[in-house]
């Protein structure tokens, strides 16, 4: 059942290659963070304003601007809820509306500009090939039929972060395992593309989970009057993915000894890696 739709779709893709085909797909990001703060020196209702603030810094919309072989990634601007005046502040490295993914499908590669801590950098680099198993399960994402698709890879799951004034535990990074992308992904548009850096299925991919974080989509636009415009995006120092995974890797350690530097303070600053 799932070779025939791969066949439906690859002919029709073929078809909308020859066609002006164009959307616009907004998605909202969710994610997990385990924050302990049973020994901190924070009252109920400092805790409780934390947690908030913290879950809505991973309660992001991003829009995906695509057409037959491009698109177009990035995070939809909007205002900063304020900091409490305790001293704590969050900040995601490597995150931000000025951060642009730009993918072309056809061509099996990407660009990517990325603000690093006042740094631009444009990481361009291969498109990563998830080994994707096609599964006949479906469910209904709006007006459409999706059907469930899984892979594997390796990668580093959100830590659990515990915020004591008193600790002496410090930061450590994460290891890395095993962990299951799934995704959901409509025949409906057989276009190859999805949100963040995921592609390869014989449809658009309208939901993503990998565990700690889930990507739904809540809006979708297709073939407008209004034509996208989708650019390549060109400034910032030219890095590969594991150039800057690197870079990314100090910069982590540098903030993990900074916080670990900082306990028992009175001041809290949590920094976690995007």
Same mark, same amino acid.
């Given at each position: 059942?799932?070779?025939?739709?791969?066949?439906?779709?690859?002919?029709?893709?073929?078809?909308?290659?020859?066609?002006?085909?164009?959307?616009?797909?907004?998605?909202?990001?969710?994610?997990?963070?385990?924050?302990?703060?049973?020994?901190?020196k924070?009252?109920?209702?400092?805790?409780?304003?934390?947690?908030?603030?913290?879950?809505?810094?991973?309660?992001?919309e991003?829009?995906?601007?695509?057409?037959?072989?491009?698109?177009?990634y990035?995070?939809?601007?909007?205002?900063g809820?304020?900091?409490p005046?305790?001293?704590?502040?969050?900040?995601?490295?490597?995150?931000g509306?000025?951060?642009?993914l730009?993918?072309?499908?056809?061509?099996?590669?990407?660009?990517?500009?990325?603000?690093?801590?006042?740094?631009?950098?444009?990481?361009k680099d291969?498109?990563?090939k998830l080994?994707?198993?096609?599964?006949?399960?479906?469910?209904?994402?709006?007006n459409?039929?999706c059907?469930?698709?899984?892979? #594997?890879? =390796?990668?580093? !799951? +959100?830590?659990?972060?515990t915020? /004591?004034? *008193?600790s &002496?535990?410090?930061?450590?990074?994460?290891?890395?395992?095993?962990?299951?992308?799934?995704?959901?992904y409509?025949?409906?548009?057989?276009?190859?593309?999805?949100?963040?850096?995921?592609?390869?299925?014989?449809?658009?991919?309208?939901?993503?989970?990998?565990?700690?974080?889930?990507?739904?989509?809540?809006?979708?636009?297709l073939?407008?009057k209004k034509?996208?415009?989708?650019?390549?995006?060109?400034?910032?120092?030219?890095?590969?993915?594991?150039?800057?995974?690197?870079?990314?890797?100090?910069?982590? #350690?540098? =903030?993990?000894? !900074? +916080?670990?530097t900082?306990?028992? /303070?009175? *001041?809290? &600053?949590?920094?976690?890696?995007?």
């Amino acid at each position: 059942m799932v070779r025939i739709i791969i066949l439906i779709a690859l002919f029709m893709v073929e078809s909308l290659f020859a066609q002006d085909f164009q959307g616009v797909v907004t998605y909202k990001t969710n994610r997990k963070v385990d924050l302990n703060m049973e020994d901190s020196k924070m009252n109920a209702d400092m805790q409780k304003q934390l947690q908030e603030m913290l879950k809505k810094q991973f309660q992001k919309e991003y829009v995906l601007n695509f057409n037959t072989s491009e698109s177009i990634y990035k995070e939809e601007e909007s205002l900063g809820g304020p900091q409490p005046a305790s001293g704590v502040q969050i900040v995601i490295a490597g995150s931000g509306a000025s951060n642009i993914l730009y993918k072309n499908i056809k061509e099996k590669r990407f660009a990517r500009k990325q603000d690093m801590m006042g740094k631009l950098f444009l990481v361009k680099d291969n498109l990563e090939k998830l080994n994707w198993k096609l599964e006949d399960e479906t469910k209904k994402i709006g007006n459409y039929t999706c059907y469930k698709a899984t892979a #594997k890879r =390796m990668g580093q !799951r +959100m830590q659990s972060m515990t915020i /004591s004034a *008193d600790s &002496e535990e410090e930061m450590t990074e994460p290891e890395e395992e095993e962990i299951t992308i799934t995704a959901w992904y409509t025949p409906e548009i057989p276009i190859s593309n999805g949100p963040g850096s995921y592609w390869g299925l014989p449809g658009l991919i309208l939901e993503i989970n990998n565990g700690d974080q889930s990507i739904l989509s809540t809006k979708l636009v297709l073939n407008s009057k209004k034509k996208i415009d989708i650019k390549e995006p060109t400034k910032g120092k030219v890095v590969t993915e594991e150039k800057f995974e690197k870079i990314m890797e100090k910069k982590m #350690k540098e =903030m993990r000894d !900074r +916080m670990n530097t900082r306990r028992g /303070s009175g *001041d809290f &600053e949590i920094r976690i890696g995007g």
